[in-house]
């Protein structure tokens, strides 16, 4: 799965989110990615609760397509 189309997948899911997706350094395979999302919806939410809301977005593709994501959510203040 392409970096452009996660990126889109989460943008899609997670309101007003811009996503930046890399693969993380040193790592050589496609399956293995990080992501920094940037949403005003994480705004007073858990981490925990921020991360499930990117999991969502991404659905089965975390199970079929990304083996690991390494995931930074942050507020548009935390920038």
Partial sequence: MDHEEV???IEAGVPDAEAEVTRP???DDDDHL???VV???FEGVSLLEQ???VYDAL???MTTDIHALELTTRTPEEG
């Fill in 25 to 27: 350094r040193g790592v």
């Fill in 51 to 53: 991360h499930e809301m």
């Fill in 7 to 9: 990126e889109r997948l």
């Fill in 39 to 41: 949403s005003p919806a």
């Fill in 59 to 61: 659905g089965e593709h």
């Fill in 34 to 36: 990080a992501a920094l």
